[in-house]
């Protein structure tokens, strides 16, 4: 596959001075910047399908006329979180 390149980008010498003083061992400036773009399309991605999931559930709301309280979301979120961390915890004594 062909490779392409990004428009070379000129920031205050102090912004190149933090974005450098955070490079891991190994690390280039060129691999920093590559992976804080790609973390940063994947956060807007998952952003937008967030939305567009909100919207269609607001949509269905609308429609079939249920909804659900504030209260038992929290209550569901609540139990899912402690059935994660549950999880994670007998994965960590394994």
Request: proline share 2%.
């Amino acid at each position: 596959m062909k490779t392409a390149t990004l428009p070379s980008l000129r920031v205050e010498p102090e912004l190149r001075e933090a974005a450098e003083s955070v490079l891991q061992e190994g690390e280039t400036l060129s691999g920093f910047i590559e992976a804080s773009i790609r973390e940063t399309i994947e956060r807007r991605r998952t952003r937008a399908e967030f939305i567009a999931r909100g919207l269609a559930s607001r949509d269905e709301a609308k429609r079939t006329g249920v909804y659900f309280s504030a209260d038992v979301v929290h209550a569901e979120l609540s139990r899912m979180l402690v059935k994660a961390k549950t999880k994670l915890q007998k994965k960590a004594r394994a």
